[in-house]
């Protein structure tokens, strides 16, 4: 098993311009994140799914969309790109216990620059 | 306002002495507790976990120890090995409606290991 996948592993972007992460688990996850962490900080939530068509907005979503049409895709679209949006971004997935921890796996991230 | 706060942003230890990590939280309705490892260019990895209603967790070296009258956990390493040397997340799971899987994390810790 690979287990998650990102693509591109790094990305420099100019300032308006438009991208998308990819993200790709083979471990049959239910639920799916992305998370963003700016130097010195924590990893935030922008975005989760628990389920092909469902997503929802976490901690700092504005400037991101997300959809989830598989199981094992989830893509992170960045419309109209800012320099407060150079961070590295991790996807990870889980099966999506509601009791007991419910481990997270992340992918390696995207580095990714505004200028 | 942060919920989960990693208050040292570094410790550095001799090989086969106890490295211990600590973790502060606010919100005493979190579940679960969770360590994670980074290592550079790579994602987070899982390390070891706690309930809420337990007070210890041990797993080959590693041991988390949760005092939830003082929103307090640490994870202790013996002995210390120079690759435990990376960044080390304290998360925690808050309970939500259909699942418990969104994590909030603190900063880090960057721990290194002197051989």
């Known amino acids: 098993n690979a287990g998650v996948t990102q693509t591109p592993k790094f990305r420099i972007l100019k300032i308006g311009q438009s991208m998308t992460l990819q993200c790709t688990q083979d471990?049959?996850?239910?639920?799916m994140y992305w998370y963003r962490q700016d130097p010195g900080m924590g990893l935030k939530l922008i975005y989760y799914?628990?389920?092909?068509?469902?997503?929802d907005k976490g901690e700092v979503p504005n400037g991101y969309n997300v959809s989830r049409s598989t199981t094992e895709d989830f893509p992170l679209r960045l419309e109209l790109a800012a320099p407060s949006q150079t961070s590295v971004y991790f996807c990870?997935?889980?099966?999506?216990?509601?009791?007991?921890?419910?481990?997270?796996?992340f992918g390696p991230g995207t580095r990714l620059t505004v200028l | 306002d942060q919920q989960v706060k990693q208050n040292s942003p570094s410790l550095s230890v001799q090989e086969g002495r106890i490295s211990i990590l600590n973790c502060d939280y606010t919100?005493?309705?979190?579940?679960?507790f969770l360590w994670y490892k980074k290592y550079p260019a790579e994602g987070p990895t899982f390390l070891i976990s706690?309930?809420?209603?337990?007070d210890k967790n041990e797993d080959g070296r590693f041991t988390v120890f949760l005092n939830k009258s003082a929103k307090h956990l640490s994870l202790h390493i013996v002995p210390s090995q120079p690759g435990d040397s990376a960044v080390y997340f304290c998360?925690?799971?808050?309970?939500?409606?259909?699942?418990?899987?969104?994590?909030?994390f603190g900063k880090g810790i960057t721990l290194s290991v002197r051989p």
């Open positions: 990870a997935s889980s099966y999506g216990t509601v009791i007991g921890p419910d481990t997270q796996y």
């Open positions: 471990m049959n996850h239910n639920y």
């Open positions: 799914s628990v389920g092909a068509g469902i997503t």
């Open positions: 919100n005493s309705m979190f579940d679960y």
């Open positions: 706690i309930s809420s209603i337990k």
């Open positions: 998360a925690a799971s808050l309970v939500t409606t259909g699942a418990n899987s969104k994590l909030t």
